[in-house]
């Protein structure tokens, strides 16, 4: 069973900056790993992923402002934050695919709110 825990959710000011970071307890090989938010009331978004080569994908609501990186010996994938807008607020979930059935895991998520 993989288990990912994310931390470094919290308050910010608008402007601000916060890092994410998630660790992945498994043995199997990770393809891809990345992360996705939800806010009330809005769609699930994914915010940016990260393949095993370095591939990375960001959404334009984030380009600019959000960098993803990974570290493939110690399972962990980061999501440095900043410029944080109000519309930034959501639960950020970290996920990732992996094994050789590509199966697909996602971790309980960690709140931002960017807020005065």
């Known amino acids: 069973q993989v288990q990912l825990v994310e931390s470094g959710g919290g308050l910010v000011q608008p402007g601000g900056s916060l890092r994410l970071s998630c660790i992945a307890s498994?043995?199997?090989?990770?393809?891809?790993m990345g992360w996705f938010r939800q806010a009330p009331g809005k769609q699930r978004e994914v915010v940016a992923s990260?393949?095993?080569?370095?591939?990375?994908n960001y959404a334009d609501s984030v380009k600019g402002r959000f960098t993803i990186s990974r570290d493939n010996d110690r399972n962990t994938v980061s999501l440095q934050m900043s410029s944080l807008k109000p519309e930034d607020t959501a639960v950020y979930y970290c996920?990732?695919?992996?094994?050789?059935?590509?199966?697909?895991?996602w971790g309980q998520g960690t709140q931002v709110t960017v807020s005065q």
């Open positions: 498994t043995s199997s090989r990770i393809s891809r």
């Open positions: 990260i393949t095993s080569t370095g591939m990375i």
């Open positions: 996920d990732l695919v992996s094994g050789i059935r590509n199966q697909y895991y």
